[in-house]
């Protein structure tokens, strides 16, 4: 009976997904995403150059050097909104970014869990994406994530002294259109306080709750900073980066002035267009730089 | 194989060439041991060379290495033929698993016949058989005939052996340790191919094999037993008793009959692996390997199953991590036609370079 159960047995496979790199219906990976050099040993360059068959050196050996494109000072951080608004860009909406985006890490060949929480040492947040088997990810700043010190209000909240209807009718708002889960139920609770006092600690409290969450600008910091060697490579990619920005005002919307809002709504996703495929390309050269930093 | 039925092999092989119109005709020599008739192998390739062909005629050679001398080496590569050697891995399991007729092991004396071979040819190939006292430590018996300084190392299942569910847990874990190897290896440029896991990556990478890729069992490729008789497959062969997959004789020609009987029984679709998300990655297609395993050619093997859906997921593992890291050397040896010649011309120039694989 021992003999039987253990002998091996045709059992069909019913799901498989396990192989994350190209199959032959992708894309040629040798020139997709980007060209891939042959990886010729350095002893032939080095070969071929003292005969002098070989002109440049770098041609076979290098891919350019990489750089990343999510530095602290690209980010745009702090952001202060402004008190109103004309001239201002328009911002990608973060649902847009975050969709290119997973997919550039999912080609990229990165399996990503959302909303990852993230802690380390006092710095403590919420990660878009990460994929946990290469430590790799990212997290967005944008309107909804940022604490006050990297996003500065042009009138920030005092819980102490602002109208208590002020406060509670902020927060009646929030609890229908923005808070979910945990959150919800914390700012529910704080709704239902009738006393003053407690109420407006309630509602510092809950800020500070919601802080814990949020990407302050010396979270982004430490996240920009981690040393390449603990192989950790978590991007901090800002809607407020010039480089993502939606440009009302750029020649191109002006030379050609919309006559419709037909006209106009096809102009605007030109530019959206534009502005995800910088995105893009920068998610890209980010996953590019990690891996010449030994990702 | 007597001289006469060596000639008319001879005849045979080029009839079938012409009338076939192949391109290129591959003459295999295996055995038992081929270098036990060694002048009459010699003679054979003289005898192919000495004739005229609109095609093209290689040799290939699988030997165990006790007879490889100096000067047959010389021999054989002056008339092309690739030499592949039989050792299953470092000293303890080769004296194990390949000892000579005494029953010595055999190590010891292909220590200079490793040497040998890879100084005339830096591209021989290697043929470990596992078995399942060898398989708890196959990773380290590829490490050891890497640092040897094989660069082709093809591993092969002995399927007629007695794997059961519990001998093959040492054979997953001796993968994963491979596995890590293969990775630290590719990472670190060193260029070999590992028949188990580049086989599979292969398999992704390029799709199932076509047709003109495999044997067509007794139609593309057939084996000539000593006394003539016809094979689909080298391992039908055997002690050359068995009449049951003879499809002719080079004397009298194929027996179409036979030939397309065993070959329809061998393409029949398999209703035991219907819905397999792994089908068109397995080598349940192997007619040979299938009747090793189970006694019959036209039924999936419990153990090629039990081994594939054991070895994909981590070679797949270790292939997608390799393409995370964008590694060069993973993508074009999986994805550039041109790598076995690049990589080829790399080593021809590079030939007196010596390599450090430790």
Redesign the interface.
């Known amino acids: 009976m021992t003999?039987k159960?253990?002998?091996?047995?045709?059992?069909?496979?019913?799901?498989?997904n396990?192989?994350?790199?190209?199959?032959?219906?992708d894309p040629?990976?040798?020139n997709h995403p980007q060209p891939?050099?042959?990886?010729?040993?350095k002893?032939?360059v080095a070969?071929?150059a003292t005969l002098g068959i070989l002109g440049t050196k770098a041609s076979l050996t290098e891919?350019g050097s990489a750089k990343n494109p999510f530095t602290l000072e690209q980010s745009g951080l702090p952001h202060q909104p402004s008190m109103f608004g004309t001239g201002q860009p328009s911002y990608l909406a973060d649902k847009k970014a975050r969709e290119v985006i997973d997919r550039v890490f999912r080609e990229?060949?990165?399996t990503l869990k959302s909303n990852v929480p993230y802690q380390e040492e006092d710095n403590e947040l919420v990660l878009d994406g990460f994929d946990e088997?290469?430590h790799t990810g990212y997290v967005l700043a944008h309107f909804k994530n940022l604490e006050k010190d990297a996003l500065i209000p042009w009138s920030p909240v005092n819980p102490n002294s602002d109208p208590i209807d002020q406060l509670r009718s902020r927060l009646q708002y929030k609890v229908k259109n923005e808070f979910t889960g945990k959150i919800k139920e914390h700012a529910q609770r704080t709704l239902e306080l009738t006393d003053e006092a407690r109420f407006r600690k309630g509602f510092a409290d809950l800020e500070k709750e919601i802080g814990r969450s949020k990407l302050s600008l010396k979270e982004a910091r430490h996240l920009a900073t981690i040393p390449t060697e603990k192989k950790e490579f978590i991007a901090v990619i800002s809607l407020f980066d010039r480089r993502f920005h939606i440009t009302r005002g750029s020649r191109k919307f002006d030379a050609a002035t919309p006559k419709s809002a037909d006209e106009l709504k096809k102009t605007r996703e030109e530019q959206v267009g534009e502005v995800l495929k910088n995105l893009e390309k920068s998610v890209r050269q980010y996953l590019?730089w990690a891996?010449s930093q030994g990702? | 194989m007597s001289p006469e039925t060596a000639s008319q092999a001879i005849d045979f092989c080029l009839s079938q060439a012409r009338s076939q119109e192949v391109d290129h005709l591959e003459i295999v020599f295996f055995g038992g041991e081929p270098l036990l008739s060694y002048p009459l192998l010699c003679s054979v390739i003289d005898e192919f060379r000495g004739i005229q062909t609109p095609f093209e005629i290689s040799f290939k050679m699988s030997t165990n290495g006790t007879l490889l001398t100096e000067e047959i080496m010389e021999e054989l590569s002056r008339r092309k033929v690739y030499v592949s050697i039989s050792m299953d891995g470092d000293p303890s399991v080769q004296n194990r698993q390949r000892p000579d007729v005494q029953g010595r092991g055999t190590a010891e004396q292909l220590e200079p016949v490793m040497d040998r071979l890879l100084r005339w040819n830096p591209c021989a190939n290697v043929n470990a058989v596992v078995t399942p006292e060898s398989a708890p430590v196959l990773d380290q018996s590829v490490k050891w005939l890497r640092e040897q300084g094989f660069s082709y190392i093809s591993t092969t299942l002995d399927y007629s052996a007695n794997w059961t569910l519990e001998n093959l847990k040492p054979l997953k874990s001796a993968y994963e340790r491979l596995a890590t190897y293969y990775l630290e290896r590719t990472l670190a440029g060193d260029k070999f191919y590992i028949s188990c896991f580049d086989e599979k990556i292969r398999s992704h990478a390029r799709g199932p094999l076509d047709p003109s890729e495999r044997c067509v069992l007794g139609y593309r490729q057939f084996s000539i037993a000593p006394s003539g008789r016809l094979y689909p497959c080298v391992q039908f062969v055997g002690e050359d008793q068995d009449s049951s997959f003879v499809i002719g004789d080079v004397r009298t020609g194929f027996n179409e009959t036979n030939r397309n009987s065993i070959f329809c029984c061998s393409e029949q679709d398999k209703p035991e692996c219907d819905g397999c998300a792994l089908k068109s990655r397995c080598s349940s297609w192997c007619a040979c390997v299938n009747w090793q395993s189970t006694g019959r050619i036209d039924q999936a093997s419990p153990v090629v199953c039990e081994h594939e859906r054991m070895l994909l997921p981590i070679v797949d593992r270790v292939a997608s991590r390799l393409w995370k890291r964008r590694d060069p050397l993973f993508i074009h040896k999986h994805y550039n036609p041109a790598f076995p010649v690049f990589s080829f011309l790399e080593d021809l120039v590079l030939s007196p370079v010596k390599e450090n694989h430790s």
């Open positions: 003999r159960n253990s002998s091996p047995r045709v059992k069909p496979v019913r799901k498989y396990i192989a994350r790199y190209p199959s032959h219906e040629d990976p040798i891939v050099n042959f990886p010729f040993r002893e032939l070969t071929l891919n990229e060949g990165f088997n290469d590019e891996r990702l």
